[in-house]
């Protein structure tokens, strides 16, 4: 549980400093998160634990992400009409940045941390 609480807050954290900072992943952000999750899924040392803390970790880390984006419609800041307008447009920002390839790119770094774990540690 801990495990998957820091994961997910590290992908938070290296998608919010892309995202707010470029608005887009590059190369580097992209190395980082594979790498953490290696990192992840070596910690975990079992398939079914590095697939499920995979998806429970980028589950909190997109919601940690999203809420940090819609914190001005949260506390009011924006007018009524725009604030369901930053909705729709993080949800797609947020979308268009982590499908297909993110994803799958962060899966795989999972299950090569894994099986690297039962390789070398078992």
């Known amino acids: 549980m801990t495990l998957v609480l820091l994961w ?7 998608f919010a ?12 952000d992209q190395a980082i998160l594979f790498v953490i999750c290696v990192a992840a899924g070596a910690i975990t040392q079992d398939f079914p634990k590095a697939i ?3 998806i429970g970790a980028m589950i909190l880390g997109m919601t940690i992400l999203f ?9 009011g800041a924006v007018a009524p009409p725009g604030d369901q307008f930053l ?4 949800i797609s920002i947020l ?3 982590t499908f297909p390839t993110t994803i799958l790119l962060l899966f795989a770094g999972s299950i090569i941390g894994a099986g690297l774990a039962e390789h070398y540690w078992y």
């Open 8 to 14: 997910g807050v590290s992908i938070a954290s290296v």
């Open 17 to 28: 400093q892309a995202v707010f900072q470029r608005t887009t992943l590059t190369i580097y």
């Open 52 to 54: 499920f803390g995979y």
């Open 95 to 97: 979308v268009q940045q």
């Open 87 to 90: 909705i729709v447009l993080w």
């Open 67 to 75: 809420v940090l984006a819609i914190i001005p419609v949260l506390t």
